[in-house]
């Protein structure tokens, strides 16, 4: 098992950057696939980024590219996602979340919501126009 905690979410002004925290207890951290996701209500949740737990490589969805960066501590536990530039649309509850490794390949990293095993409470964020 893994527990998973975010914190950092807030009520920011577009054009702003803010930094997520999830911490993770539990099984050992490091072999992980760890992503972030986001959910609005009404829609389903997307996925936003992940990063290896094997050699730090990472994946984010096209919308974010650019101006979201995910990393990770495996010493502390922690993964990291820092928004910069935030935009009205990126208002969403977003969530950490743990992948078995096995669902990272070659050809990339798990970004389906369905092969994350282990998810965190979420943390609100809000980007006010």
């Known amino acids: 098992q893994v527990q998973l905690v975010e914190s950092g979410g807030g009520l920011v002004q577009a054009g702003d950057s803010l930094r997520l925290f999830c911490a993770a207890f539990?099984?050992?951290?490091?072999?992980?696939?760890m992503g972030w996701f986001r959910q609005t209500p009404g829609k389903e949740r997307e996925f936003v980024a992940a990063?290896?737990?094997?050699?730090?490589?990472?994946y984010e969805r096209a919308s974010v590219k650019g101006r979201f960066i995910i990393s990770r501590d495996n010493a502390k536990s922690t993964v990291y996602l820092q928004m910069n530039s935030l935009k009205p649309e990126d208002r969403a509850v977003y969530y950490c979340?743990?992948?078995?490794?096995?669902?990272?390949?070659?050809?990339?990293?798990?970004?389906?919501?369905?092969?994350?095993?282990?998810w965190g409470q979420g943390t609100p964020v809000t980007v006010s126009s």
């Open positions: 990063i290896s737990g094997s050699n730090g490589r990472t």
């Open positions: 539990g099984r050992t951290f490091r072999p992980y696939v």
């Open positions: 979340a743990a992948a078995n490794p096995v669902y990272e390949s070659v050809d990339g990293l798990p970004s389906s919501d369905s092969q994350y095993a282990y």
